[in-house]
């Protein structure tokens, strides 16, 4: 409600009036790769959700809350949605699908530096058939956009999503993204915060840890290997007020695989645990003692059981 200034009471100063709070989801969805996680952590401001430029890298839901004094957005960052071939990637494409629901706006992230490919086609087909909120299609990668390609590509997007709005970004830079976060907060309802201002996850901090050793064994492996690793923390331990200890097994689904994440004379192991302790003192804020145990389960990707452990079931 506009307000007078009340020391001059008898000269009221005209003020425009206080845009009101909005708050709400916003569901970030694409195919794998095109840099949906990339965006989330961009606006978060916190590494919420790992990255790498292995497709299929999020395999579960995470949100991270972005609080202004305007307004708070829950993004809800989703796993690529392509089409699965094994029981891990049926449960990673359901739970992206599943976020669609009661959402207040959605931003389909391509990448926009290559004309669009099947599994576009088939998540602008879901949109249309599933969802009533704003849509807003990103085109992503504008750094690697050929300028004699803009139109052709830009076109082809435009012909395939039916969107509310654009916007041509860069996410590793953070080109245009307030444009476009304009865009989401202009759509959000009206309301107060839904979260507590300090909150910029609703993650576990055992689950972000077993994602930053997951993330390090995506950066520094090849081939099949990526997609054939799960992280699980089995003890997290608070030793002293500034000391964590805490133990993960890294599953692999064969004997070879489990070879090369530990490398020579325990290497790679070693080279993995190093860079992602540093980056889970950053969540703790302490002192972190980590301790990581290679072990094969043969098609874990294909074992309910297994799959039910790691957290990657919708029952
Ligand atoms: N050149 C360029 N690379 C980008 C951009 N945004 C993201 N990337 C890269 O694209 C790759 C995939 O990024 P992610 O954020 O993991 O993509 P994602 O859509 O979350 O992928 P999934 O989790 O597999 O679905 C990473 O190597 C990013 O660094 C961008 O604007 N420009
Ligand atoms: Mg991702």
């Given at each position: 409600m506009p307000r007078r200034n009340q020391e001059t009471p008898n000269h009221p100063i005209t003020e425009s009036p206080t845009p009101a709070h909005r708050a709400g989801f916003c569901v970030i969805v694409?195919?794998?790769?095109?840099?949906?996680?990339?965006?989330?952590?961009?606006?978060?401001?916190?590494?919420?959700?790992?990255?790498?430029?292995?497709?299929?890298?999020?395999?579960?839901?995470?949100?991270?809350?972005?609080?202004?004094?305007?307004?708070?957005?829950?993004?809800?960052?989703?796993?690529?949605?392509?089409?699965?071939?094994?029981?891990?990637?049926?449960?990673?494409?359901r739970s992206a699908v599943d976020t669609l629901d009661g959402v207040d706006v959605v931003v389909f992230v391509v990448d926009g530096s290559r004309m669009p490919t099947q599994e576009d086609e088939d998540i602008a087909e879901l949109l249309k058939a599933r969802v009533n909120?704003?849509?807003?299609?990103?085109?992503?990668?504008?750094?690697?956009l050929k300028r004699d390609a803009v139109g052709e590509i830009t076109q082809?997007?435009?012909d395939l999503v039916k969107h509310d709005d654009w916007m041509r970004i860069a996410?590793?830079?953070?080109?245009?993204?307030?444009?476009?976060?304009?865009?989401?907060?202009?759509?959000l309802p009206e309301g107060p915060a839904l979260f507590p201002e300090d909150e910029i996850t609703d993650a576990p901090l055992q689950y972000l840890a077993a994602e930053l050793v997951r993330e390090q064994l995506l950066l520094n492996t090849r081939q099949e290997i990526p997609h054939s690793i799960a992280?699980?923390?089995?003890?997290?331990e608070e030793r002293s007020s500034s000391l964590t200890y805490i133990s993960a097994t890294i599953w692999v689904e064969k004997d070879s695989q489990k070879a090369i994440v530990i490398g020579e004379r325990g290497s790679m192991l070693k080279r993995v645990g190093q860079a992602a302790r540093k980056q889970i003192e950053e969540w703790v804020g302490h002192q972190?003692?980590?301790?990581?145990?290679?072990?094969?389960?043969?098609?874990?990707?294909?074992?309910?059981r297994l799959l039910r452990e790691l957290g990657y079931s919708l029952d």
């Open positions: 694409g195919r794998p790769n095109v840099g949906k996680s990339t965006l989330l952590n961009l606006y978060v401001g916190a590494k919420v959700a790992i990255v790498s430029d292995k497709p299929q890298t999020t395999r579960r839901v995470v949100r991270g809350i972005l609080t202004r004094p305007d307004a708070q957005i829950v993004f809800v960052d989703t796993p690529g949605i392509h089409r699965p071939i094994h029981p891990l990637g049926k449960f990673m494409v909120a704003p849509v807003l299609l990103a085109l992503n990668k504008m750094d690697l082809a997007f435009f996410a590793t830079k953070g080109d245009n993204t307030d444009k476009l976060l304009d865009m989401i907060v202009a759509r992280v699980m923390v089995d003890e997290w972190v003692y980590l301790e990581l145990t290679v072990k094969v389960r043969q098609q874990w990707r294909r074992d309910d």
